[in-house]
């Protein structure tokens, strides 16, 4: 469902955002949900600030010692997408964000692996 | 396309498509040593695959998830971890099994060491992945392999005696070497279930875009492409069983294999042998190397498809661009085809209740597949075959590796 037609509505953040199909606005696939993360904000109910793709978020989630120590190696190569909430534009199979796969971090390997390796093969 | 046409098509991928290095090595290990007796095994093995791959296709048409987006999702990455890295490890080794498969037929077509052979078979098999589509792979080696009813062929010139043959569908204590007796039936069953053909077979059922309206058209094919098939699996062992078993010749003997086929059709036989021992492994490679690159991209949300270019979804086409060397490689070290193949077939059965279970899940859950449920028939014959097959290959594993 679109998300700015929705009325009062209750989603589990765990099963129905996390870990879902992301993809960019043409359709592309761009990865998955691998984070969300809150906006804890003083007085006021914390809110769904983004979703994060990429990067070592997965690895977080499974081992922090080796996630530590990938992002120390990679430095900002590690670094996630975070991509803000009110760019998720619809919420059904996929989840589907207002950006353009060309341009994110989350297609950063993509692309690097394209450019480097894939392209350099004939007939790519 | 017209249904009809459809099912039709469908049909006979299940049939050329069926046999690969594993059911031909392992129908034909049995037959040589045992005659008929492990018929039932395979009988088990076929069932079981049919029913995995009717659900595995109803999965994608209800719910348009392949099976590893669904995993992932349903389950979180920690859990799908396991069954990931579990299929690719089997299915790795599988498909090193068909690369030999491949260089095998080519060693008995020219005389040439099959090691010699792993680098243009590999080169050949990244070109059609890098090339060709999902069409070409899928229908044109299924319709290539059909050189493989050869050995219906071969079975019925050698009248085999149904009776005995349909004695054999019912298991039954082996009469001496029970090690190898136990160890065959799960290496059969593991071939039969090979988990890349049910997740090769969800892949390709949103490639194809399927939506509910295919159902019955996916239960006709499941049931009736896999019957078949093993059909295939079963006429390769009652030509063991009436070619090798009598003449006390094992499987093991490289040279002696092609009789399977030269015994009842001639010099015409010998070279039937060769080319659907070749063209049935070339076409499972080219499956099992897509499977991997399904699984990876599927598993993290990169782009995937076989009908993209491949700079238009660069990592999926770097797995099957890595899988394959590295699969060649295996090959190339000298390591014995047939004990990869066989061994590989053992593990394939032993990781059974990782692969299925988690799918059972997902069949059983209204989220994913609505109405459309499994039924109880299918829950309990898919979970008795995976945890039995496991059960007995946790024994006959290590008795068949370190001897009894």
């Given at each position: ?124 | ?16 498509g ?44 209800v ?49 040439v ?64 070497d ?27 059922a ?30 390769v ?9 009598p ?15 030269a ?5 015409a ?47 999926f ?13 295996l ?7 047939l ?11 032993l ?54």
């Open positions: 469902m679109a998300l700015h037609r929705m009325g009062p509505h209750r989603m589990e953040l765990g099963r129905e955002v996390l870990d879902q199909q992301v993809i960019d606005a043409h359709d592309r696939q761009i990865g998955r949900v691998d984070g969300i993360a809150l906006e804890l904000r003083p007085g006021k109910p914390a809110r769904v600030a983004y979703v994060v793709v990429g990067g070592t978020t997965l690895l977080w989630r499974l081992h922090r010692g080796l996630a530590a120590w990938v992002e120390r190696r990679l430095g900002g190569e590690g670094h996630p997408a975070r991509i803000p909430w009110r760019q998720v534009v619809k919420i059904g199979l996929d989840v589907k964000v207002a950006v353009e796969a060309e341009q994110s971090p989350a297609s950063r390997w993509e692309r690097w692996i394209r450019d480097h390796i894939v392209s350099r093969i004939p007939g790519a | 396309m017209s249904k009809l046409l459809e099912i039709a098509l469908g049909i006979v991928t299940g049939i050329g069926f046999l690969e290095a594993g059911s031909l090595a392992t129908a034909a290990q049995a037959g040589a040593a045992f005659g008929y007796q492990l018929a039932w095994a395979l009988l088990l093995g076929v069932v079981c695959i049919a029913f995995l791959v009717e659900m595995a296709g109803r999965l994608a048409a719910s348009r998830h392949t099976l590893p987006d669904a995993m992932r999702e349903r389950f979180g990455i920690a859990f799908f971890l396991v069954p990931l890295v579990t299929v690719a490890l089997v299915s790795f080794l599988v498909l090193a099994s068909e690369v030999g498969g491949v260089c095998l037929a080519l060693q008995f077509a020219s005389g060491s099959l090691r010699w052979w792993t680098i243009p078979v590999v080169l050949l098999l990244w070109l059609f992945l890098w090339k060709g589509t999902f069409g070409l792979v899928e229908k044109g080696a299924s319709l290539l392999g059909l050189v493989t009813l050869a050995f219906v062929v071969g079975a019925v010139r050698l009248h085999p005696d149904p009776g005995k043959l349909a004695a054999g569908l019912l298991p039954s204590l082996p009469h001496q029970p090690a190898s007796y136990w160890f065959m039936a799960v290496s059969i069953v593991g071939a039969s279930v090979s988990p890349y053909l049910f997740y090769f077979y969800s892949a390709g949103i490639e194809d875009e399927w939506d509910e309206d295919y159902i019955p058209i996916n239960r006709i094919i499941a049931g009736l492409g896999m019957t078949f098939g093993g059909g295939v699996a079963v006429a062992l009652v030509c063991a069983a009436l070619v090798l078993h003449a006390g010749i094992q499987v093991d003997r490289y040279e002696q294999i092609p009789l399977l086929l015994s009842p059709l001639g010099r036989g010998f070279w039937l042998f060769v080319a659907s021992l070749g063209v049935a492994c070339f076409g499972a490679a080219l499956e099992i190397a897509l499977q991997l690159a399904y699984l990876a991209a599927q598993g993290f949300g990169w782009r995937w498809g076989e009908n993209l270019r491949p700079r238009e979804a660069s990592r086409a770097l797995v099957y661009t890595v899988a394959l060397p590295l699969a060649g490689l090959i190339a070290t000298g390591i014995d085809p004990k990869l193949t066989v061994f590989s077939m053992a593990l394939t059965a990781s059974l209740p990782v692969t299925v279970v988690p799918l059972l899940v997902l069949m059983n859950d209204p989220d994913y597949l609505r109405e459309r449920t499994n039924g109880w028939i299918s829950n309990t014959a898919v979970l008795a075959v995976s945890v039995v097959a496991c059960i007995v290959a946790l024994v006959a594993i290590p008795l068949e590796l370190f001897g009894s």
